[in-house]
Every structure is written in C-alpha cells, then in structure tokens.
C-alpha cells in the first residue's frame, strides 16, 4: 500500500545545515509537503513541491525531489534553534481524488544544538 | 494558525464521559477535516467534510461522531470517552487546490 517513511531523529549544531529525508511508495503522487510541528502547537505549512519539480526554494528551505528513486528531501540553511521541531513530510496520491487524503511519514523530530 | 480554533486546548475526562471538541474557520475553506496524532503513529484521519452537507468516514471512525454545523463549524464528539482516545486531535482545513491549515490541537485525556 502507500507508505511514507522518514527517520525519527536528526541532530545538528546550529548554523550547519540540515537535510531530512523521505520515502514514498506511490509514484503518482501529485503533490509532496513538508509541515513542521513545534512543541504545543499545531502542524505548519513549510513548503510544497508537485511533482512535476525538481526543486523549489524558498529562503533558507530547498526541497528536492527525485521521482526515480521516490524521494522528497528538506534542507535547511544555517540551522538555527528555533528550527528544533518535528518535521513531516506527506504526500498526496493521484488516486485519493478530490478528498485531499494525505499519507504521512511518522515525522522527523530535529534537534538544533548551540 | 488563529485562522483555525480549536476549543478547549486541554481536556480531562474520565472513561465513558461523552465530550466534544469544535473546531471554528476564518479561512473561508469548504473542506474541514479531524485528526488524531499518536507518538510513533502519526497523523490519522478520523473525519472529512467537504461541505455542510457531507460527511466521510476516514481510516479510524469508530468511536467518533462528526457534526458540521455551518461551513466554518466543525465539530467532533466521543460518545464515550475511553482510555485509548487519549491523543492529541487536530482540525484542518482546505480548498479543493489548497493544502490542509492545522489548528493548534486539542490534548485529551481520557481516565
């Protein structure tokens, strides 16, 4: 069936770089999003990508997306504490039609450290 | 995202209790949407609605109930609280072409 899968945990010192990655089984995805979740709060829009890109940036956010090999990553620029959150990546499938069902990965929670 | 109210943000309730959560838009959106999120589970769908009139089951229904009392109203009710409800649930919304707004969640938990 249709599966997203990203690592559970990612730790960086702040001001590198940080890239979270995601698998995905279905490879008529239409749309793939990262959200990001900050403790106490809801999931946040970041950025999205259809799948007919390759990339797309947006400030210090670049997703990159290989449709051969079914994978999304997101890497953050000059990490910085306040990029400390859990990272969701999700993707629609070409089949949910117009009930906008989105599968998602269980969320990569990052660690910034000083 | 204020544009999304979920109320309340907390809430304890004992097993067999029936409570509801609501949901509230000013986004304008038509689809309306209720999540449970579960640590090493993620996000499931419970509930969708694409307009007043429409109601859909999602992957985990049972033991949920769902109301849409008006486009920016959404509503959703355990007719009897059990321990494993116990989660934090999110309301979304969306356009037809737009991506799902979270609101800030509810914790519950069911004793």
């Known amino acids: 069936g249709e599966d997203v899968e990203q690592s559970l945990f990612l730790s960086v010192r702040e001001g590198d770089s940080s890239v979270i990655n995601c698998t995905y089984t279905?490879?008529?995805?239409?749309?793939l999003y990262w959200y990001k979740q900050e403790p106490g709060a809801g999931l946040q829009l970041l950025t999205y990508?259809?799948?007919n890109m390759d990339m797309k940036q947006d400030q210090r956010l670049t997703v990159l997306l290989n449709k051969k090999d079914k994978h999304l990553s997101l890497r953050i620029a000059d990490t910085q504490t306040g990029d400390s959150a859990i990272y969701f990546c999700?993707?629609?499938?070409?089949?949910?039609?117009?009930?906008?069902?989105?599968?998602w990965g269980l969320g990569t929670s990052l660690a910034v450290n000083p | 995202d204020a544009d999304v109210t979920q109320t309340p943000r907390n809430r304890i309730t004992k097993t067999g209790k029936r409570i509801m959560l609501e949901c509230s838009q000013t986004?304008?959106?038509?689809?309306m949407y209720w999540y449970r999120q579960d640590p090493g589970l993620g996000l499931r769908l419970i509930y969708y609605?694409?307009?007043?009139?429409?109601?859909n089951k999602g992957e985990i229904s049972d033991g949920y109930s769902v109301s849409r009392q008006a486009q920016a109203k959404f509503s959703l009710s355990l007719e009897s609280a059990i321990p494993n409800q116990t989660a934090l649930y999110f309301c979304?919304?969306?356009?037809?072409?737009?991506?799902?707004?979270f609101g800030n969640g509810t914790r519950l938990t069911v004793t």
């Open positions: 990508i259809f799948s």
């Open positions: 986004k304008g959106h038509d689809r």
């Open positions: 979304a919304t969306s356009d037809m072409d737009s991506p799902l707004h």
């Open positions: 609605s694409f307009d007043v009139k429409d109601i």
């Open positions: 279905d490879s008529s995805s239409t749309y």
């Open positions: 999700a993707e629609t499938p070409r089949n949910a039609g117009n009930n906008r069902k989105l599968i």
